[in-house]
């Protein structure tokens, strides 16, 4: 009986040893907010008013979750539309190249958070199509700023969400 027990005690801690607990990393992914287009020569505009009260909206949507990371590329409309998210949760927001981000480190760094990942018309469903490892989303039309992708992995599986806010 007692050859049994030790047996049983080993099993149950080799088995704990060895099991991995698999994580899920959550990908909140958005354009920028409305961005103020009086200046057709202004390459790095601000966010109008609504844009303004669209990153807020975003926030509160968001916040829902639990952000452990903000990603923004490096323009006035995206970081702006990323800060109040940031903000409400003390963090410093990340600035990335969307044509020449390391996914792989990216996804090391990320694993097991939750992250939210501002971009453009032509960066957005691109780089949820990097996540999700598929072509599954088209560029965003440039008068659409309400798109939520939302890109979960756990362990080896990817699911994947668009959701259309107005």
Do not use: C
């Not at 200046?39 to 909206?57: H, I, S, Y």
């Not at 590329?73 to 990335?96: E, Q, V, W």
């Not at 989303?137 to 969400?161: A, P, Q």
């Amino acid at each position: 009986m007692k050859r049994f027990l030790v047996t049983l005690l080993f099993a149950i801690f080799t088995i704990g040893v060895y099991a991995q607990e698999t994580t899920t990393s959550t990908y909140y992914l958005i354009r920028h907010a409305e961005k103020d287009r009086s200046d057709k020569t202004n390459r790095n505009p601000d966010l109008t008013e609504k844009g303004q009260k669209r990153a807020v909206k975003w926030s509160e949507v968001l916040n829902k979750f639990g952000i452990d990371a903000v990603y923004s590329t490096n323009y006035n409309r995206t970081m702006n539309t990323g800060k109040p998210t940031a903000d409400a949760n003390n963090l410093t927001i990340k600035t990335y190249h969307p044509f020449k981000i390391d996914m792989k480190a990216f996804l090391q760094e990320t694993t097991g958070k939750n992250v939210l990942i501002v971009g453009h018309s032509n960066t957005t469903a691109s780089f949820a199509n990097k996540l999700i490892g598929s072509e599954v989303y088209g560029e965003i039309n440039d008068d659409n700023n309400g798109n939520l992708y939302i890109v979960t992995i756990h362990g080896d599986k990817t699911s994947h969400v668009l959701i259309k806010m107005q």
